[in-house]
């Protein structure tokens, strides 16, 4: 199958690459970009292990075709840490917390969670709850998850307030 | 070197980070950042990609398949079939239950997505267009997906290549469909004890077939070193070392040949004890093409063909006095095993640890038969978040007892306190043959009554009830009460093996001259944390700080013969094993001090991280300065270094134990079942993290909420499966998962070096039933005594409507 050009902005970096147009956006992350963070869990959206941020928005990557990436701002978990090499609040936080166990929804789970915090800072338990509705963990029964959560966005509360 | 700064006792165990402290995880730096290594992340030059073939069918013999337009596909290197690994002697394998099953299906397919075929190309998406376009042509035969109509006369014979054969790897087999019938107990006994009892109740409690559906699928990386004959394997495997072992038997490779590695594993649940047809393939394919190879399940193949769970028909009978005390209990189970018989058990033990279905309770007389069938469904009969059958077990027990309380009009809280096995009944001897190593099961059930206002709940209850009946609400209440006793760490070789391989658990310690250390074990965590809190054991015994110990799992090259993780046996063996070789590192550790000190070894004794001469602690050598000692001087007598290795073969299993309580408020006309509490109190004997114990409780309970209120894989009349995707097989979201209150008691095990039981298993194990038990209860007024579940909306919704409670006109079933 004939290949296309694909170009698009992954944390923070300009990459590009050829692609056949069937190619998901998963694939392309971790096969060609070697970003093994999102993780594949049910390869029909409904896990939510592969979500990647896209322009702004959490999307589910395992259900996008690269072509629609095609110019997108795309961030993945490796790219939440600071450019210092310091952790994100999330990331201090499910440590912390006990948010996570065999690990291999967090990226997912974290890289929905910093969406989250955008569109809704100070969220209650139960809008974190909704929130994070469109990504399964198997191990931790999201208790801790959304104490993580919950701990983080008071965090960045204060960090913010503290750089005012 | 005795230069470091005084500090106090406290100060100097607390700096250990051992035994009962919530130390944080050390695996979770590199999963919050992405940097696991699963075994899709792994990618090797030259790597091809195998994909399945599989049967659209549930019965059916193969006519014909062509390959042809597959291997034209670009990309595609190879596609094989069971005449492919027919020269080889792959083409079946034996199962872990004593049976074979077929590694591509050989003639026949016997249950729908079967492996057919295995393509091999140099990516995932040429394998699937290759998939698309091998030509297997079938001709249908009758399914069979009942399993009470699998041993009728007339029903269709499944397993062509054994139908003669009369005596099965348990026992004489009277059908071609039959597998086994395994007893335990006195069944004349106990039926003479119901015979003559006041009262006798009697119900069918269905467990329906679940999957453990961890979230990341089964997967391997197979790769055949020609050079050096050396074959590796990386995979999603819960037993690394007895995957070697099968590997070797059935490949013939030289078992020193293979190596196996478990990298990170995405979670386990059981999914990932058995032995796979993708793994055979992908290593075949290796060896044939020369390069690695690797097969990637996707999640309608995981749920529907690798490791189901349950699928057991338990018929009981409970005996008792008219005051409430048990007397008997005898039970038939009708065993769905699907087209071979996959069961992850001991060998000794074709229904698993099922005779634990006496639970909790002190019952003087029991009988238990299983019959293990065969049926057009996937194979499997995994341990789905628990030790071989005993969710089962106490699903029915803690059903059966529920029943004799409405039966008799007693309280399910009372007649358990009745019937308690008590605390100075212990070691306690069961009447299927179990010896119970320590329990204290009033305390912790008096505990959670207590917590949750037991008698209050009651009293809000009959009020509700009678709201309802003046019609003010549509809601009922549900309180479940369930009380468990788990069968976990398996197990004593003398009668625990699989395959022949005896169920020992193993740790080595190697102490660095520097005074920090490694430690590796034969289990291999999937998500519990083993590197943090084996390493919490250490610190303990060994006196080194957890954080100065690495601790290593999964690859059998290096890590000591074990036999892996699942059945809550890390804890309860590996967990031994450490300690024991942490008390050999010691042992060699006084000898080394008592020469540096210049004292009879005698004379020293163990003070948190040193050496003391008694009466005189001024006078020491720490663990730090023993080491170096070690590596640096010739101690007359003793080898240098500082190593120790424990194959830990365990006295007895370990029995953990919990009282549960659920109150739900069921909306009868819709059916949805919302949790308003859920109470968990669970006894693991010694806490070792008490952090990962109560995540690991969140996680049973979430596992356990799913399995009673929703999970379900059926098949239709025609073998088709259903509820293969994450479409139409429940897993909780957050928006359903109740917030949990978890609580504790802790009664250690005698036998264990540092009295632990084992916790990851028991929520999921106690938790089913407390939920079942609660949605029963709030009908229970209504002379409802038992509903199978799962108790999904619409099967609560038709209870409602049967029991009158709505309206409308009553569903069709």
């Known amino acids: ?117 955008q569109e809704n800072p100070t969220p209650s338990d139960e809008e974190i709850r909704f929130g994070m509705s469109g990504n399964l963990c198997r191990c931790t029964g999201y208790q801790n998850i959304v104490k993580a959560i919950r701990a983080a966005a008071a965090e960045m509360a204060a960090g913010k307030e503290a750089a005012e | 070197m005795n230069a470091e700064t005084p500090i106090s006792l406290e100060q100097r165990k607390d700096k250990l980070q051992g035994l009962g402290c919530s130390r944080k995880r050390v695996e979770d730096a590199r999963f919050t950042q992405g940097k696991g290594n699963y075994v899709d992340d792994i ?35 190879a596609v094989l079939t069971a005449d492919d690994l027919r020269p080889l002697g792959l083409h079946w394998m034996p199962t872990l239950a004593g049976d074979v099953q077929a590694v591509l299906a050989d003639e026949k397919v016997l249950f729908q997505n079967q492996e057919v075929a295995f393509v091999v190309a140099e990516d995932r998406y040429a394998a699937a267009d290759g998939v698309e376009l091998v030509e297997v042509e079938y001709e249908d035969l009758p399914p069979l997906v009942d399993p009470f109509k699998a041993m009728e006369e007339g029903a269709p014979t499944l397993r062509e290549d054994i139908a003669d054969k009369t005596e099965g790897a348990h026992g004489p087999r009277r059908h071609p469909n039959h597998i086994f019938t395994w007893e335990a107990g006195d069944q ?84 990932k004890v058995g032995v796979y047809p993708g793994y055979i393939c992908s290593a075949v394919a290796s060896i044939v093409l020369g390069v690695p190879v690797k097969w990637i399940e996707d999640r309608m193949e995981n749920l529907s063909t690798t490791a189901f769970a349950r699928d057991y028909h338990m018929t009981g009978r409970i005996a008792a006095t008219r005051d409430g005390r048990i007397t008997g209990l005898w039970c038939h189970v009708l065993a769905d095993h699907g087209a071979f018989d996959a069961c992850a058990d001991p060998t000794k033990f074709p229904a698993g640890f099922f005779n634990i279905c006496t639970g909790s309770y002190d019952i003087p007389t029991a009988y238990v038969a299983v019959d293990g069938v065969y049926t057009n469904k996937a194979p499997g009969g995994v341990a789905y978040r628990c030790s071989f059958r005993v969710t089962e ?17 007693m309280d ?37 009554l207590k917590t949750v206002d037991y008698q209050g709940l009651r009293a809000e209850q009959k009020a509700a009830r009678e709201a309802f009946q003046r019609g003010e609400t549509r809601k009922l209440m549900g309180v479940g009460v369930a009380f468990f006793t788990e069968i976990v760490g398996a197990g004593p070789v003398k009668n625990c093996d699989i395959l022949g391989l005896g169920m020992f658990d193993s740790c080595e310690i190697r102490i660095h001259p520097t005074g920090s250390a490694i430690a590796r074990l034969g289990t291999i965590s999937q998500g519990q944390g083993h590197a943090t809190t084996f390493a919490q054991i250490l610190a303990s015994e060994i006196g080194i700080p957890a954080e100065d110990i690495t601790l290593e799992e999964g690859d059998t090259d290096t890590a000591p013969y074990g036999l892996g993780t699942y059945g809550s046996r890390s804890t309860p063996v590996a967990g031994a094993a450490t ?46 300065e023993i080491a170096f000692a070690a590596y640096n001087q010739a101690i007359p007598g003793l080898e240098p270094g500082l190593e120790a290795v424990s194959y830990y073969d365990p ?39 008490p952090m990962i114990i109560e995540g690991q409780v969140h996680g049973g309970l979430t596992e356990a909420l799913a399995i009673a209120m929703g999970q ?102």
């Open chain 2, 579 to 624: 300690a024991m070789a942490g008390r050999k590192i010691r042992a060699k550790a006084q000898m080394i001090a008592a020469y540096l000190l210049e004292v009879h070894d005698g004379d020293l004794e163990w003070e948190v991280d040193r050496f003391q001469v008694k009466g005189n602690p001024e006078r020491h050598k720490t663990m730090k």
């Open chain 2, 393 to 409: 077990a106490s699903y029915f027990i803690e059903r059966m007892v529920d029943v004799l309380a409405r039966k008799l009009d």
């Open chain 2, 651 to 689: 006295p007895n299993m370990t029995y953990p134990f919990g009282a549960y309580v659920c109150v739900v408020d069921i909306d009868v006309d819709t059916g949805v079942t919302e949790i308003r509490r859920f109470y968990a109190l669970d006894d693991c004997g010694t806490r070792i993290n």
């Open chain 1, 1 to 117: 199958m004939s290949k296309m050009h694909v170009k698009m902005t992954v944390n923070g970096s300009q990459v590009e690459g050829l692609a056949e147009p069937r190619t998901l956006l998963i694939h392309f992350l971790r096969e060609q970009l070697g970003l093994t963070g999102p993780h594949i869990g049910c390869d029909t959206s409904h896990c939510g292990a592969c979500t990647v941020d896209l322009d702004g928005k959490s999307v589910k990557s395992c259900t996008l075709f690269v072509a629609q990436a095609n110019g997108a701002e795309v961030t993945t978990i490796e790219g939440l840490a600071a450019a210092d090499g310091s952790l994100h609040p999330l990331q201090e936080a499910f440590r912390e917390h006990h948010g996570l166990q065999c690990g291999f929804c967090t990226p997912g789970m974290i890289t929905r969670a910093y969406r989250l915090l």
């Open chain 2, 188 to 271: 004349a006994a106990t039926e003479q004890a119901l015979a003559g009892a006041e009262v006798v109740a009697e119900e069918m409690v269905s467990y329906q077939r679940v999957h453990p559906c961890p979230l990341e699928t089964c997967g391997c990386v197979a790769s055949m070193d020609k050079i050096n004959g050396k074959l590796t394997i990386w995979g999603t495997f819960q037993a690394p070392h007895a995957v070697r072992t099968v590997a070797s038997l059935i490949t013939k490779i030289p078992e020193h040949n293979i190596r196996i590695i478990s990298p990170d594993i995405g979670g386990g649940f059981g999914n």
């Open chain 2, 43 to 77: 990618k090797l030059p030259g790597m091809l990609f195998g994909d399945f073939v599989r049967s659209p069918i549930g019965h059916g013999r193969i006519k014909s398949i062509n390959k042809e337009a597959a291997l034209a596909v670009p990309g595609v290197k």
């Open chain 2, 712 to 813: 379900e894989i059926t098949y239709d009349e025609d073998g088709n499966v259903h509820g293969g995707s994450l479409m139409d097989f429940f897993l909780p979201t957050a928006v359903e998962t109740p917030t949990w209150e978890t609580d504790w008691t802790e009664t250690p095990s005698p036998h264990h070096p540092i009295g632990a039981k084992g916790v990851g298993e028991s929520p999921n194990v106690g938790g089913v039933s407390a939920f079942s038990n609660a949605v029963n209860d709030a009908f229970a007024h209504l002379g409802l005594t038992h509903t199978q579940m799962p108790h999904d909306h619409w099967r609560v919704w038709q209870t409602a409507q049967r029991l009158g409670l709505t309206g409308q006109p009553a569903a069709a079933e």
């Open chain 2, 412 to 448: 399910p809280a009372e007649i358990r306190l009745k019937n308690f096995i008590r605390k100075e009944q212990f070691p306690y001897t069961s009447a299927l043959g179990w010896e119970y190593d320590s329990g204290d099961y009033e305390t912790a059930m008096d505990k959670a």
